[in-house]
């Protein structure tokens, strides 16, 4: 995540967080198996604002295909 971060102009902008086994996805219920996809303990695609530690803003996709409703372009644009 701090790689990605960098490479893509995030450094000391965002807080990138990893969760490689999926805890907070599941503490937050957003936990998801996708057997057809071969992909089981993942998480729904989401993004989320957070201050201070209270989420302002989260957004789910409606299908696993989608990315429009929880991109970067979006979330800064509501």
Known sequence: MDAWGKAHGADGKVMMLANADAT??????????LPAFSLLDRSQCCSMIVEDGVVKQLDVEKSVLDHDGTSATCMLGS
């Open 24 to 33: 907070f996805t599941r503490a937050i219920g957003m936990d998801v198996d």
